[in-house]
């Protein structure tokens, strides 16, 4: 008998042992993989019973603000946007049933209070409702606003980013969606052929024409072996990669400058530049300027996509598969770049070769007016010399002056841009582009404007977009 009860001792002990072990595994190792998961609805439930913080413009416009109901324990918190349409993908939404996008994905602990591990605890220890914490960010609704009106109805995004900084002043994606309607209509607009859910800003894959040819300057004048005085046959159907390549309208140009080849947006020059400098040389300066990896931004990562070569089932080409350089150079060969990923390839110029981390936010603040945190800016990469940057910097400012990019010009204030036309569909219709900045000897803002499926060229369609958000953006920053 008191051996059975010694086994039954020893057998109770380790199923103990086994319990406690389990419980460790699950309460330590497993539950932050258990709250992160996407069907786990608890932590979203507990979120409801906090109200997040505000998010709000950089001049203190509310963006996102929770609404209150019930009382007591059994209050509720809803998120309400009171701008609707107009910072839609930049903000995201916050809700129960669907989950979070956008800066209400990227900043949710800090809108829940989370971040702050310390007073997290306290506010339990000591029965607190918690609270989130205000997100100030960089964006600019008199900038958003013109940016919107300026594309008037047409398909296409806009990015505007503070060059010296990385701050974006504007994020604009159309279609848009409300998002004070994605609890009743998030299916429906997850089902509209037109993509009003989709981030065109970060997400969107576009052919970039010759506004890559921005890029290709970039590397040739940093590389040392060419000048903006440097002469190249401008001739049309050089054979670029063993196929004879055409300028718009097949136009013959015979030796000509850089300069002039950029302002001309002369194709066959910028592929034998490209074919000089070598598929691996070119493929490292774009990388420094950011292709082939996500952004390093404070936005999600899921809605961040990589600009670069694409291949077939939309793989990322690298320097070793087969890619023909030369048209790569010029925008064409399945390249595909994001309007984020061209306006800091016009901010890295700007800013004399120094490529800055995109940043959404500025500041985090407590309810109570404490500053929290300061969203830090970074410099990503240092590009090009500062020489070969105010090289081109005047380069891109011939355009606006007298090449294809007059429509972006400013009374008084020089700009500094490229335009870009990508046949799509077949030829059928047109990707227009415009990169630039303004003023051009102190830039205080970069933009990239890109209109999709229009008839028109870069030069006609997007660079007037471009100047009114300039407009907007640089009025009352003049000196």
């Not at 010029?330 to 995109?358: C, D, F």
Request: charged residues 25%.
């Amino acid at each position: 008998m008191n051996r059975q009860v010694k086994h039954l001792f020893g057998l109770v002990v380790v199923l103990f042992a086994l319990l406690v072990a389990f419980t460790s595994n699950w309460t330590v190792f497993t539950a932050q993989s258990l709250e992160d998961n996407s069907a786990n609805r608890r932590p979203l439930l507990e979120q409801q019973l906090v109200p997040r913080g505000l998010i709000r413009a950089r001049d203190g416009t509310v963006l996102a603000e929770s609404d209150g109901s019930g009382r007591g324990e059994r209050r509720r918190y809803k998120r309400s946007y009171p701008q609707g349409t107009l910072f839609s993908h930049a903000v995201g939404y916050s809700f129960l049933e669907l989950g979070r996008a956008g800066i209400e994905q990227s900043r949710n602990d800090e809108l829940t209070g989370a971040a702050d591990s310390v007073e997290s605890f306290i506010d339990e220890l000591l029965g607190r409702t918690a609270e989130g914490d205000d997100l100030l960010t960089a964006l600019d609704p008199k900038g958003q606003r013109a940016a919107i009106q300026a594309l008037g109805g047409q398909r296409g995004s806009i990015v505007a980013i503070e060059p010296e900084t990385g701050r974006i002043r504007v994020m604009v994606s159309v279609p848009a969606f409300d998002p004070n309607e994605i609890p009743d209509r998030f299916r429906e607009l997850n089902a509209d052929e037109d993509s009003p859910l989709f981030n065109r800003a970060t997400q969107g894959r576009y052919p970039p024409g010759s506004t890559m040819k921005v890029v290709t300057a970039a590397a040739a004048l940093d590389s040392g072996r060419f000048t903006p005085g440097s002469v190249v046959d401008g001739a049309s159907n050089k054979r670029i990669g063993g196929v004879p390549l055409q300028n718009f309208g097949n136009q013959d140009y015979g030796p000509i400058s850089l300069t002039e080849a950029l302002t001309n947006s002369v194709n066959t020059v910028w592929g034998q530049v490209a074919q000089r400098l070598g598929k691996e040389e070119y493929y490292d300066y774009m990388e420094r300027f950011g292709f082939n990896v996500e952004p390093p931004m404070d936005y999600p990562q899921n809605q961040l996509t990589p600009s670069g070569v694409y291949g077939p089932r939309g793989r990322l080409l690298d320097e070793d598969d087969p890619v023909d350089i030369g048209r790569v150079a010029i925008g064409q060969e399945r390249l595909q770049v994001t309007p984020l990923q061209m306006a800091t390839v016009a901010a890295t110029v700007a800013n004399e070769g120094s490529r800055m981390e995109p940043r959404l936010g500025e500041r985090v603040v407590a309810r109570d007016g404490r500053l929290e945190e300061r969203v830090r800016t970074a410099e990503a990469a240092q590009v090009m010399s500062r020489d070969a940057a105010n090289q081109l910097k005047a380069m891109m400012a011939q355009v606006v002056k007298e090449g294809s990019g007059t429509q972006a010009a400013l009374e008084g204030v020089p700009v500094a841009g490229k335009t870009g036309t990508a046949e799509v569909d077949g030829g059928a219709s047109n990707q227009a582009w415009f990169i630039g900045f303004a003023p051009l000897d102190d830039p205080r803002m970069a933009v990239a404007v890109t209109v999709e499926r229009t008839s028109g060229q870069g030069g006609t369609v997007a660079a007037p977009i471009a100047k009114k958000v300039l407009q907007a953006l640089l009025s009352g920053r003049r000196g």
